[in-house]
């Protein structure tokens, strides 16, 4: 490994479980001091001891803990990867789930960014990756609000790839394709329905496989280098193809 990431300081949401924990080792292993932001402190604690970094127990549905966690130093890169899904016929979810679901995926995102930005902009570098997904380019059957979080983002993306140009501040999606993590897991453990959902999945893909975490954290780790310099507002499909559509 090269060291892209010597003597920078990154912050990973989500990194206690699958890809987050794979994204915070692969900055770690090229030499970012990671901090390993996860709700669920055991996992953050983990990752944070794995690689050598810290750990910050953190929601990031809660916009007051996050600027207390987030905003007090300065980050080179924000990897905004936590994320929940919730699968349901769109007419069966209540209003209480799709709130639940776009406050992970869609307000958590927005917090984190507005945390890290005033310390990129005084600084003038910046590299934000947003973990977005197929589903938000191609929606999901099943999936629908969690679609709608994810091609939220990609919008979200773009306008502060729009606003923060002039600081030397990129932003950029990845947008993984069905990746062999805990999620994935919980839909296999959804018996036969479950492991329809996942060939379904599987089989939208042209590479005809789940992806590892390792594979979605070195998408996420080129563009959160300091040699994509002129890439910006784009989202990177690290999906096997299957951003084709089937
Ligand atoms: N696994 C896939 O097939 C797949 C495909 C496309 C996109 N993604 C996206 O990749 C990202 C990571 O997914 P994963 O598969 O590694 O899932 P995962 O469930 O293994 O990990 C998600 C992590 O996010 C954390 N998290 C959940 N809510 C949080 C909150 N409110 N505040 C802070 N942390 C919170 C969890 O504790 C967990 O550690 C998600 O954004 C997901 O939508 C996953």
């Given at each position: 490994m090269n060291g892209r990431f010597a003597g920078q300081r990154a912050v990973v949401t989500g990194a206690g479980s699958g890809i987050g924990a794979a994204i915070a080792r692969r900055l770690a292993d090229e030499g970012a001091r990671v901090l390993a932001a996860d709700v669920d402190a055991g996992g953050a604690a983990k990752t944070a001891a794995d690689i050598g970094g810290t750990a910050v127990t953190l929601d990031v549905t809660d916009p007051t803990a996050v600027h207390q966690s987030l905003g007090g130093e300065p980050f080179d890169v924000l990897v905004n990867n936590a994320g929940i899904d919730d699968f349901g016929w769109f007419t069966d979810v209540p209003p209480a789930r799709w709130r639940r679901t776009l406050a992970v995926n869609v307000e958590g995102v927005l917090a984190c960014t507005q945390a890290v930005l005033?310390?990129?902009?005084?600084?003038?570098?910046?590299?934000?990756?947003?973990?977005?997904?197929?589903?938000?380019?191609?929606?999901?059957?099943?999936?629908?609000?969690?679609?709608?979080?994810?091609?939220?983002?990609?919008?979200?993306?773009?306008?502060?790839?729009?606003?923060?140009?002039?600081?030397?501040?990129?932003?950029?999606?990845?947008?993984?394709?069905?990746?062999?993590?805990?999620?994935?897991?919980?839909?296999?453990?959804?018996?036969?329905?479950?492991?329809?959902?996942?060939?379904?999945?599987?089989?939208?893909?042209?590479?005809?496989?789940?992806?590892?975490?390792?594979?979605?954290?070195?998408?996420?780790?080129?563009?959160?280098?300091?040699?994509?310099?002129?890439?910006?507002?784009?989202?990177?499909?690290?999906?096997?193809?299957?951003?084709?559509?089937?």
């Open positions: 005033p310390g990129m902009q005084a600084r003038r570098y910046g590299r934000i990756v947003t973990v977005t997904s197929e589903a938000g380019r191609i929606g999901a059957k099943g999936n629908a609000v969690y679609a709608t979080s994810k091609a939220a983002l990609i919008g979200f993306t773009k306008s502060i790839a729009r606003e923060n140009a002039r600081f030397a501040i990129t932003a950029n999606c990845v947008a993984p394709g069905p990746t062999e993590t805990p999620m994935v897991q919980a839909i296999r453990d959804r018996g036969e329905r479950g492991a329809a959902l996942l060939a379904a999945m599987v089989a939208g893909t042209q590479l005809g496989r789940l992806g590892s975490p390792q594979e979605i954290a070195a998408g996420v780790a080129f563009l959160a280098s300091p040699e994509a310099s002129y890439i910006t507002a784009e989202t990177l499909g690290v999906s096997g193809g299957m951003g084709l559509g089937s």
